[in-house]
């Protein structure tokens, strides 16, 4: 396992997509971890992951758009993520391996 550390400056949508998503997540009432919620350290685990993903997929000149990441995202986690079969495997910066392993 390699450097573990995530800036800021890496995955610039990293802010605005956690900020959306804790609102969202705040406002459904599933912050509660005690009672089956996601806690703010799963998520920002699940939105590196995903933009790990997304950033292996992306052609060098592509800017990726928060609004483009939040539809795909929820998409990812609510239809096509298989929880029984795969989990998350958030890699350090000099790596390009990860995100979803069978």
């Known amino acids: 396992m390699g450097n573990c550390v995530v800036n800021g400056d890496q995955y610039a949508e990293l802010r605005p997509l956690a900020f959306v998503l804790k609102t969202f997540i705040y406002s459904s009432n599933l912050y509660d971890t005690y009672q089956g919620g996601l806690s703010s350290y799963g998520l920002i685990l ?32 609510g239809y096509e993520f298989d929880y029984v079969k795969k989990y998350i495997c958030v890699e350090g ?3 390009t391996e990860g995100f979803i392993v069978p």
């Open 93 to 95: 910066p000099s790596t």
């Open 46 to 77: 699940m939105i590196v992951a995903f933009l790990q993903r997304e950033y292996m997929f992306k052609k060098p000149d592509e800017k990726l758009l928060v609004s483009e990441l939040l539809i795909k995202f929820l998409r990812f986690f």
